[in-house]
């Protein structure tokens, strides 16, 4: 009896231990984030605290475990609330992913993706383009029955090439899940790889390490997560074929003639991006190909002797889209990590005056820095009463869906955070696509 007393005491005390370990753990990743944070600005430093204490808290009760468990179920209710779910060519009724259901418009305001894209007219980053990519990262987030449907069936596409790994933890660190599909149009070829997943940033553990190395067929060091996650093994594929070998092999499996667009938003967008990087190094016939790359929310992932090499390679065919104070844009802050050229910062409102886009909301870098500057150093300082305003807008006009507008309130307090999700970059780029034909109409008529 005493034997069994003592053993259940020693278990409990081992128990006890370990959660112990694992709340100094979840905090010493706080303080990390926090002093993360502080390199950049002080109103990062500020979100990062709340944000990451919030998690902290969500941790140590295992929120994240019951939402894993019901995860279902949560997407169908938020799906079934704001009545928006996907209906495939065959009958069947799919609910989209939490990140879609804020607003699952997939059309395409006048132009067909089978035909149209890529544009003819506008150059690689014509409005077009960016707008198609945009869907496409929105594409990617959903599972693969939607992905198909609304490649063959709403666009019109030829689906290429897919993958899927899961999201998983290796001895030393986090594996966030890698998604991509490839497919083509009349014209050209569209990549898109997938962010991480949204769910998963209630769990604090869950943050791909920030070290960077050099690694082999790139110049500089880039960030072990995305590099790992690019080269761990491909389901379903013969030993030692990675995941970026399946995409490389997808790609050159499209007709020579077609240009190649690759595109990710969030951890997707550095995926692209790094994508891209390795098609230069690996296959020059391929990157011969790739007419852009649209990068939405990316956060930074390489060291100047890699952002210098990625600038003079991709000149004039990179473009990074930052939306207003998106806080995963700057990040990892400091510790020699670059953004790559070519910002288009896309403002909380309408600008007017020289170097303005047709909506007045995209700021070109190269055609005047010294605005986007300011202008980024306004939406940092600023964000929360540009978030609020744009909360009492979208409440007072309702031009947005319902799901949004609650999630504008409930981030409130981190506006960084709420600057960051898709459907407000690809709205963006609908509204500045809609009025580039209504200028180019008006145009016409004044003729």
């Known amino acids: 009896m005493r034997l069994t007393i003592a053993s259940h005491l020693s278990s409990a005390l081992c128990r006890a231990a370990a959660v112990e370990e694992s709340v100094e753990a979840d905090a010493r990743l706080v303080l990390r984030r926090f002093a993360e944070s502080a390199r950049d600005s002080a109103m990062l430093t500020v979100q990062g605290v709340l944000y990451y204490t919030t998690l902290h808290v969500l941790s140590f009760f295992g929120v994240e475990k019951a939402i894993f468990a019901f995860r279902s179920d949560l997407e169908k209710a938020v799906c079934a609330a704001a009545g928006t779910w996907h209906v495939t060519a065959s009958g069947a009724r799919h609910h989209y992913s939490l990140l879609s259901s804020m607003d699952a418009d997939y059309s395409t305001p006048g132009y067909t993706p089978n035909e149209d894209f890529p544009a003819v007219e506008g150059g690689p980053d014509a409005t077009l383009n960016a707008h198609f990519a945009s869907l496409a990262c929105k594409a990617v987030y959903e599972k693969r029955e939607i992905v198909e449907d609304l490649a063959s069936h709403h666009w019109g596409l030829t689906l290429v090439g897919c993958g899927s790994v899961p999201a998983h933890w290796t001895d030393d660190f986090w594996v966030p899940d890698l998604v991509w599909f490839c497919a083509e149009s009349a014209r050209g070829v569209i990549l898109a790889l997938k962010g991480a997943d949204p769910l998963w940033q209630v769990n604090l553990k869950a943050d791909p390490p920030v070290s960077k190395r050099e690694r082999a067929g790139v110049t500089g060091e880039v960030h072990c997560g995305l590099w790992r996650g690019l080269h761990q093994r491909a389901p379903r594929a013969p030993p030692g ?207």
């Not at 990316?298 to 930052?322: E, I, K, L, Q």
């Not at 055609?367 to 978030?387: H, I, M, Y």
């Not at 006009?397 to 898709?422: C, I, K, N, Q, W």
């Open 241 to 447: 074929t990675t995941v970026a070998d399946t995409i490389l092999a997808a790609l050159a499996s499209t007709p020579s003639t077609k240009p190649i667009y690759i595109t990710g938003h969030s951890l997707g967008g550095g995926l692209a991006a790094l994508t891209a990087a390795l098609v230069a190094g690996r296959a020059p016939a391929l990157d011969a190909r790739v007419a852009a790359v649209f990068t939405f929310a990316a956060p930074r992932f390489g060291d100047d002797a890699f952002v210098t090499s990625f600038n003079a390679t991709f000149a004039g065919r990179a473009f990074r889209y930052v939306h207003a104070s998106d806080m995963v844009c700057k990040l990892p802050p400091g510790w020699g990590y670059r953004h790559h050229a070519a910002e288009r910062l896309i403002t909380s409102f309408p600008l007017r005056g020289n170097g303005a886009s047709a909506s007045g909301r995209i700021l070109k870098e190269e055609d005047d820095p010294g605005r986007v500057a300011f202008w980024t150093r306004l939406e940092d300082r600023a964000a929360w009463l540009f978030s609020g305003v744009k909360l009492v807008r979208a409440t007072v006009r309702r031009d947005e869906p319902g799901v949004r507008t609650a999630l504008r309130a409930a981030l409130l307090a981190v506006p960084g955070f709420s600057d960051h999700f898709l459907c407000d970059y690809e709205s963006a780029l609908r509204q500045e696509l809609v009025a580039q034909r209504q200028v180019l109409e008006l145009r016409q008529l004044a003729r």
